[in-house]
């Protein structure tokens, strides 16, 4: 099964407006932390924003946000006033303990396309 | 702070070549990642080294890989012989330590075609 599921591979957005790329993850574990990347067409990958599972309230970082409804298990990125320059990849991870036999490794999604429109 | 650095940036060769890709981690972090990407396969994680030791190699996808870690500051992931199907962007990443709240930073990787 997989742990981190990005369901869009690609999306469109106007430029200006908002966007929310989705991410659902599968864990038993009380205790993880979730992670965005962004990857632009140049190739190098970007942390973005984290999320600690036991995090009371959502992550923000300037235009980035992150809608985490843990009871769902889902970390959806929302985008702000989008620009040109978001156009790229977006890898949701997710990183549990290093206990239990698990490595405590980034498990990636398969990653959202975004194109931003002008 | 300098970010993970890697070199060369663009790597072609021919197969058969030997190949060696470096990575310098953010200084003071205790892991270090070394991950490949293709199309297909997406983002795999060949091995990573805590303290300069390597952990967890389970990725590395046959004895023609390996990598190395002789102090803090540098890595080196090494393919010999190369084969075309090795093609694909290798990264390098670290953090400070394995916990699930710790940050993987990744550089800005290296794009290897072998022909």
């Known amino acids: 099964a997989q742990k981190i599921t990005q369901t869009q591979p690609g999306m469109f957005v106007q430029e200006k407006e908002a966007v929310t790329l989705d991410c659902t993850y599968d864990?038993?574990?009380?205790?993880?932390?979730l992670f965005w990347y962004k990857q632009p067409s140049s190739g190098e990958m970007i942390f973005l924003i984290y999320?600690?599972?036991?995090?009371?309230q959502n992550a923000t970082e300037g235009r980035y946000s992150l809608n985490f409804q843990k009871a769902r298990k889902s970390a959806n990125l929302v985008i702000s006033a989008s620009q040109l320059g978001d156009s790229a990849m977006y890898f949701c991870a997710m990183r549990e303990p290093a206990v239990k036999g698990s490595q405590g490794n980034l498990i990636f999604g398969k990653g959202t396309k975004l194109s931003v429109k002008p | 702070d300098a970010g993970v650095i890697q070199s060369p940036r663009h790597e072609v060769t021919e197969m058969g070549q030997e190949v060696t890709l470096r990575c310098k981690p953010i200084s003071g972090h205790d892991y270090l990642f070394w991950y490949r990407q293709t199309m297909m396969r997406g983002l795999e994680l060949l091995i990573y080294?805590?303290?300069?030791?390597?952990?967890?190699d389970s990725g590395m996808p046959e004895d023609r890989f390996s990598a190395k870690m002789p102090n803090a500051s540098f890595s080196t992931l090494k393919i010999q012989p190369s084969e075309p199907r090795d093609s694909a962007v290798y990264f390098c990443?670290?953090?400070?330590?394995?916990?699930?709240?710790?940050?993987?930073?990744f550089g800005p990787g290296t794009r290897l075609t072998v022909l």
């Open positions: 999320q600690g599972s036991y995090d009371q």
């Open positions: 080294f805590n303290n300069n030791v390597p952990i967890d």
């Open positions: 990443a670290s953090s400070l330590r394995q916990r699930s709240t710790d940050t993987q930073y």
């Open positions: 864990t038993s574990d009380p205790s993880y932390g």
